[in-house]
């Protein structure tokens, strides 16, 4: 006769088929035990879906109230018990606020919008909002539920419109109920503009739209969402030249590095990013591509006629062990010297301003990236980076690495 210990060996290997044809109170039991591991007791929470026995509720409630639980186990409970009226008092209190525990808040939200909490509406859409995929699914699943139960008209009057995750959601909203989008277009954030070219299906409506778009940033905005729905590179072209091809000025950031950066990431930047470089990315030639092998061994030579040793060179995935990016690490010396080269052109840095490495690059053809170039921030063009989504430096969009 299996035991719950034999059904749950260890993390990640409970039999749920064995659990859930389990004596119910005794997965209770296991459940609200803080004697049992975290993984054990989320499995036989788990288990007890669709039937949870009389006796054990109250148990359970308390657990999943008690603050200083495991976090994993009372996110299962939550969703567990997301149809018990009587925890909706707890669940909308102010301490609620105050729950550190790794994805209690969003769980609670969870519960809230289950139990058909419209005061839930403002924190749901702010997770809506989020550029965590994880928060993002939980905040339009809550806001979808409460649409669906009262009506999205109801839902949007719990909104006061004036952020721009509030008018998020108005957009996905009036997309979910059929209708038109594209004056969202014109909306002065970008994520919520960008959010409204990504839901729009019809080429025609998108061009109608374009020829009395109120602002430039509409009909860039709306040149970009033709491009994605065609293919048709001319049409946008066409509407950045009629804009007389505008961009985000940078201070210091002459054609060569700005050539280099939009077409390494005008493509895939952050929603924040203006529509300009989005935009200049596909209106624009790119660089040619270096020959990173070639471009690797002259590198290697202007170091060695230079007598600093250079060790064979690694890519920055290599150097640090995971991930990767845009540049290769040469060592030199045998002292824990290094150059940086990037593979978006002909760039090569270090983090000591070493003299003798930058004069033998200099004379190879290199063009070394010192502190002042390297600290230029790219202003307006989001990329991700270590779980930020800001505006990066010269040096770290050159020298990109990501584990």
Not at 56 to 84: I, K, N, Q
Not at 207 to 229: C, E, H, K, M, N
Not at 295 to 320: D, I, K, M, W, Y
Not at 376 to 399: A, E, I, K, M, N
Request: with cysteine; net charge negative; charged share 25%.
């Amino acid at each position: 006769m299996p035991t719950i210990e034999t059904l749950t060996p260890q993390p990640g290997r409970a039999d749920a088929a064995g659990l859930r044809a389990y004596d119910a109170d005794l997965l209770v039991r296991c459940a609200v035990d803080p004697a049992q591991p975290w993984w054990r007791r989320t499995a036989c929470v788990e288990a007890l879906a669709g039937r949870v026995p009389r006796a054990g509720l109250g148990e359970l409630l308390a657990c999943v109230r008690d603050t200083a639980g495991s976090g994993t186990v009372r996110r299962a409970l939550l969703v567990l018990l997301s149809d018990r009226a009587e925890l909706l008092p707890w669940l909308r209190h102010e301490d609620r606020l105050r729950e550190t525990s790794y994805g209690m808040p969003q769980a609670v939200l969870r519960a809230r919008a289950a139990l058909g909490d419209r005061t839930a509406a403002a924190g749901l859409a702010t997770l809506a909002f989020s550029p965590w995929q994880t928060d993002r699914a939980v905040g339009e699943a809550g806001l979808d539920a409460l649409a669906d139960r009262y009506g999205a008209e109801a839902v949007l009057g719990r909104l006061d419109g004036g952020r721009p995750e509030d008018r998020a959601v108005a957009v996905r909203m009036r997309h979910r109920g059929g209708e038109d989008v594209t004056g969202a277009l014109a909306d002065p954030d970008p994520q919520v503009a960008h959010l409204a070219q990504s839901l729009l299906t019809c080429p025609d409506q998108v061009r109608a739209y374009l020829t009395g778009a109120p602002t430039a940033d509409a009909r860039l905005w709306a040149a970009y969402a033709l491009q994605r729905l065609t293919g048709d590179v001319a049409g946008t072209r066409a509407v950045y030249e009629a804009l007389g091809r505008p961009r985000v000025e940078v201070d210091g950031l002459d054609e060569e590095l700005r050539r280099a950066i939009v077409h390494r990431y005008g493509h895939t930047c952050e929603k924040q990013s203006d529509p300009r470089w989005r935009v200049e990315a596909l209106c624009t030639e790119p660089p040619p591509a270096p020959d990173e092998e070639e471009q690797l061994a002259l590198a290697v030579a202007a170091l060695s006629a230079a007598g600093l040793a250079p060790r064979p060179p690694l890519s920055c995935g290599e150097a640090n062990r995971q991930g990767g990016g845009t540049y290769h690490v040469i060592g030199y010396r045998g002292d824990g010297s290094e150059v940086l080269i990037s593979t978006l052109g002909r760039f090569a840095g270090d983090h000591d301003e070493d003299p003798a490495a930058r004069a033998a690059l200099e004379a190879a053809g290199f063009r070394w990236i010192d502190a002042a170039t390297g600290s230029v921030r790219v202003t307006d063009l989001g990329v991700y980076h270590f779980g930020s989504r800001q505006p990066l430096d010269v040096q770290t969009l050159l020298f990109y690495w990501q584990d």
